[in-house]
């Protein structure tokens, strides 16, 4: 079983940038699919950028460009800069992993990040 601790939301001004950090423990990470997911006051949750375990990446149109997602094995951690921060970016941001053997996913708590115009 994995448990997820997301950190690094805050308030930043559009145009601004933050580095999303979620750190994972539980064994066998490496094998995890990675993902950050994003949802807004009054909207549904919604992918924003996923890593597999070999590193193949995808993401939202709506951040393309902007985010990148990376892993770091050996700490346990995943990562996500967004740059060019707009103020629809705003939301809580969840970070979830998923064994793509079993298919059973773990959820963080959330982190808020807050885009001010």
């Known amino acids: 079983q994995a448990q997820l601790a997301e950190s690094g939301g805050g308030l930043v001004q559009a145009g601004g940038s933050l580095r999303l950090s979620c750190a994972a423990s539980?064994?066998?990470?490496?094998?995890?699919?990675m993902a950050w997911y994003r949802q807004a006051p009054e909207k549904q949750r919604e992918l924003v950028e996923r890593i597999s375990s070999s590193g193949t990446t995808d993401y939202a149109d709506s951040v393309k460009g902007r985010g990148t997602i990376t892993r770091d094995n050996a700490k346990n951690t995943v990562y996500l800069q967004m740059n060019s921060l707009k103020p629809e970016d705003t939301a809580v941001y969840y970070c979830s992993a998923r064994n793509p053997l079993l298919g059973n996913a773990y959820w963080g708590q959330g982190t808020q990040v807050t885009v001010s115009s």
């Open positions: 539980g064994r066998r990470f490496s094998i995890y699919v």
